[in-house]
RNA sequence: GGCGACAUCGCCAAGUGGUAAGGCAAGGGUCUGCAAAAUCCUCACCCCCGGUUCGAAUCCGGGUGUCGCCUCCA
C-alpha cells in the first residue's frame, strides 16, 4: 500500500509501526458551532481510510478528538450568552449527532480536550525543564529556535515568515513563530490552576498529548486537512520531537479543501453550508459519493446543483441491486468467478494507491452497469451485485440496504399485485386501465420497469 | 516577500512517458401497445509557447490564469 506523505512529499510504502496494526489519528472539529460541508469532507475521508485498511486486514485504532476548550468556544458561549461548558457539550453532542447521520462509524477513541488538562501541564513542565519552553507574564511559549528541524513538515524557514504582515506581533514571544503552550486566561474565562497560574492549554499541545497518550510515542498516520499543516501539525510535531526525540507520526495526511466558487469555505469568510443543513436536502450517500469521485488531495467546488446531480449516480447503484432482487440473494454470497474477483481486485489495487476512490467509484459503475445487462448471465450478474456490495461497503455505502430495498413487506406484496392485474388488461389490450395503473403508482413514488424479463418496479431514489 | 497546489469533453472527474477511465447531460438505433428502464453506437489533438524523447496530458523551461499556506481554520 503507498500513501502520499505530506513529510516527504512523494508516495510512500505504508509500513506500520507494529505489523498488522494502523494506528490512525484524525483532527477534530472544535466544538464552537455545527461543522460544515468542507470538515465533513475531511472527516468522510478518514472514515474511508480507516473502513479500507481494516478491509485490508489491518487491526486499526482511530482516534479523532474533540477540542473542547478554545478562544472560539469562549467567544461563541457570549455571543449565545450561555456557559461555555454548555456550547461544547451542545455543539459536541451535534457532532456526535451529524457525523452519524452521514453514515460515519464512531471512531475507537473521541477525546476530550478538556479531560486532559493535567496531562498537558506535565508535558509543558517536561517541555519546559528541557528548555523549549519559556514562561511570560503568565503565558507559556514554546521557542522555535530551540529546535534544528523546525518547519521539515511544512517546508517553511522560520527567517523567512512575512512577520507583521500575517503573523501577529507579541512582544513576549522571543521568536513571532514561537506559539502558545499555556495561555493566562482572562476574568470569567474557564480556567485550570497551574505552575504558571490560572489558564489554559494551547490547541497544539492538546492534540500532542491526547494523540500520544492514546496511541503511543510514534503512531502510524496523523490527518487532516491541508490547511492544518501549517501551524498545528509542524508545532505538533515540534513539541513531540522536543519532549522525547522521537517523531509524532510515521504518515501525514492531508486532505485538500472543499471551495465555495473556487474560494475556501471556511468559517471564518463566512461562505459556508452545515453539514446538518445540506443532510436535510440530500441522501448521506450522495454526499459521500459527490466527495469520494474526487481525489482527496485535491480541491473540491462544492455547490447544491453538483450534489443534485449525483442523485442519479447513487440511485445507479440501487437500481442495480433492485434488477437482481438483492435482498432476497443476499445471504447466499457465491464463490466469485475470475471477472467478479477482478473487479475486487482492482478495487484493492486502486485504494492501495494513495486511496484512489475516484478509480474505485468508476469500478462500482462499472459494475452497476453489468448487473443492470441482461445480455449477462444471471449467475455472473449476482456475482457482480455481491462484489458491488462488498467494496461498496468498503467506501461507505449500501449501510442500509434493507431501508433502500424493501420489498417483501406488505405494500411491496401489493404492487406486486397491481403488476399483475396490468399484465392481464395488457393481454386483454385494455391499455387504458394498464396505464392508469402504472401512473397511479408512479403518483405514490412507484415506479414500473418493463424488463425483457417481465415487470419489476422500484421506488423514486431521493 | 517566502512556500506550495492546480489548469483534461457542455458540466464533474481519473490518468505522472506509449497514444485520453468513469459519472452527469446530449444525439441516434434496438426493445416497447405507448412510455420509462435497459442495451448498442456517437461525443476531447488534455490553458499557451518552446524544449527533451522514437513517442508527452504526463518530463524540463517560460508564459497566462485560478487557488491555498505563512493568523483561527477540516
Redesign the pocket.
Known amino acids: 500500500m503507498k500513501i502520499y506523505n505530506t513529510q516527504t ?1 512523494q508516495k510512500e510504502d505504508f509500513t506500520p509501526v507494529e505489523p498488522g496494526k494502523v494506528k490512525l489519528y484524525a ?4 466544538v464552537y458551532n455545527y ?2 460541508i ?2 465533513a ?3 468522510m475521508f478518514f472514515d474511508v481510510v480507516r473502513r479500507y485498511f481494516e478491509y485490508a486486514g489491518y487491526d486499526v485504532t482511530f482516534v479523532q478528538n474533540i ?1 473542547d476548550i ?3 468556544i469562549i467567544q461563541q458561549s457570549i455571543a449565545e450568552n450561555v456557559p461555555f461548558e454548555k456550547v461544547a457539550e451542545h455543539y459536541t453532542k451535534a457532532f456526535f449527532e451529524d457525523t452519524k447521520k452521514l453514515g460515519l462509524r464512531p471512531t475507537d477513541h473521541a477525546p476530550k480536550a478538556t479531560e486532559y488538562i493535567g496531562k498537558m501541564i506535565g508535558f509543558i513542565r517536561d517541555l519546559e525543564k528541557k528548555g523549549f519552553a519559556y514562561e511570560a507574564d503568565g503565558d507559556v511559549y514554546f521557542s522555535v529556535d530551540k529546535l534544528d528541524n523546525y518547519g521539515s513538515l ?4 522560520t527567517d ?3 512577520v507583521g ?4 506581533e507579541n512582544k513576549q514571544k522571543r521568536n ?2 514561537d ?1 502558545t503552550l499555556w495561555k493566562k486566561s482572562k476574568p470569567g474565562e474557564p480556567t485550570w490552576n497551574s505552575p504558571w497560574g490560572e489558564g489554559r492549554p494551547g ?1 497544539h499541545t492538546e492534540c500532542v498529548v491526547m494523540s500520544r497518550d492514546l496511541l503511543g510515542d510514534t503512531f502510524d498516520i496523523h490527518g ?9 501539525h509542524e508545532n505538533e510535531q515540534a513539541q513531540a520531537y522536543a519532549q522525547n526525540g522521537k517523531p509524532l507520526s510515521n504518515y501525514w495526511m492531508h ?5 465555495m466558487s ?7 469568510l463566512g461562505n ?1 453550508f452545515t453539514t446538518r443543513d445540506v443532510l436535510k436536502k440530500f441522501d448521506p450517500e450522495v454526499i459521500r459519493l ?1 466527495f469520494l ?3 482527496y ?5 462544492y455547490s447544491p ?2 450534489l443534485e ?2 442523485k ?2 447513487v440511485a ?1 447503484f440501487y ?1 442495480a441491486l433492485d ?1 437482481v432482487d438483492f435482498l432476497k440473494i443476499e445471504g447466499n454470497k457465491p464463490q466469485f468467478g475470475e471477472k467478479a474477483q477482478g473487479f475486487v481486485d482492482s478495487f484493492k489495487a486502486v485504494m492501495d ?2 486511496f ?1 476512490t ?2 474505485a ?2 469500478i462500482l ?2 459494475l452497476a ?2 448487473i ?4 449477462e448471465p444471471i449467475e455472473e450478474r449476482v456475482q457482480y451485485a455481491h462484489a458491488l456490495v462488498e467494496i461498496g461497503s468498503v467506501l461507505g455505502f449500501f449501510s442500509n440496504l434493507d431501508e433502500k430495498l424493501r420489498k417483501d413487506d406488505l405494500s411491496g406484496k401489493l404492487i406486486e399485485m397491481m403488476i399483475e392485474y ?1 399484465q392481464l388488461f ?1 393481454k386483454e ?1 385494455n ?1 387504458a386501465m ?2 392508469k395503473i ?1 401512473n397511479d403508482l408512479n403518483e405514490i413514488g412507484i ?6 424479463d417481465g415487470t419489476i418496479w422500484k421506488s423514486k431514489r431521493k
Not at 443492470?372 to 445480455?375: A, S, V
Open positions: 512529499r483532527c477534530g472539529p472544535t461543522f460544515h468542507g470538515n469532507r475531511t472527516f477540542t478554545d478562544d472560539k511544512s517546508g517553511k524557514k523567512e515568515q512575512m504582515a500575517r503573523i501577529q513571532p513563530l506559539f490547541w487532516g486537512a491541508i490547511d492544518l499543516v501549517f501551524p498545528h486532505g485538500g479543501f472543499l471551495n473556487g474560494e475556501k469555505m471556511s468559517k471564518s459556508f459527490f469521485s474526487k481525489h488531495r485535491s480541491p473540491i467546488d446543483e453538483l446531480e449525483t442519479s449516480g445507479n437500481d434488477f494507491d494513495d484512489n475516484a478509480k467509484v468508476a459503475f462499472d452497469r453489468l443492470k445487462n441482461l445480455d396490468r395488457k389490450k391499455y394498464a396505464d402504472r415506479e414500473l420497469l418493463d424488463t425483457k
